[in-house]
């Protein structure tokens, strides 16, 4: 997949979805064909957000996210999850790989090992909690 096809892709889920208003959305080659930046804010009918962010270089035939965020948080602004990359967790196996998330028994965040993900599967995990199937 080419960059511009990816970056189309990533506008085409945040724009797609019914249930969603997208407050931002930008998504831009900044080296055609070499580099690009795509980032949103997504208001879901429930009052919780998912903002996020991807940094992309084309590396051969591979695209890769050098830096990355998915934060998701409910309408009182607590964090539900947030998968990011940053290197300030060098304990987590998956490093820098990870995730932060609200423990529903404690009400504390804890951090896990993650891969990273992509827009979609976010989206997906968001469902889980505005559609519970139990």
């Known amino acids: 997949m080419d960059l511009q096809r990816y970056l189309?892709?990533?506008y085409s889920?945040?724009?797609s979805r019914k249930?969603?208003?997208v407050e931002r959305i930008y998504a831009e080659e900044t080296i055609p064909g070499r580099e690009g930046t795509c980032e949103g804010r997504l208001r879901f009918w429930d009052g919780s957000l998912l903002e996020f962010i991807e940094t992309l270089v084309v590396r051969g035939f591979l695209i890769v996210k050098t830096d990355y965020a998915y934060h998701y948080q409910d309408s009182n602004s607590r964090i539900v999850f947030r998968y990011d990359n940053a290197p300030h967790h060098p304990e987590i196996t998956?490093?820098?790989h990870h995730k932060h998330m609200l423990r529903a028994e404690s009400g504390r965040e804890v951090l896990v090992?993650?891969?990273?993900p992509?827009?979609?599967d976010v989206l997906r995990e968001i469902d889980?909690?505005?559609y519970p199937t139990d």
Do not use: H, I, K
Request: glycine share 10%; charged share 15%.
């Open 8 to 10: 189309t892709r990533v």
């Open 113 to 116: 090992s993650a891969t990273p």
């Open 128 to 130: 889980g909690y505005l």
């Open 94 to 96: 998956t490093f820098p």
């Open 13 to 15: 889920l945040a724009t």
């Open 19 to 21: 249930d969603v208003d």
């Open 118 to 120: 992509g827009l979609q």
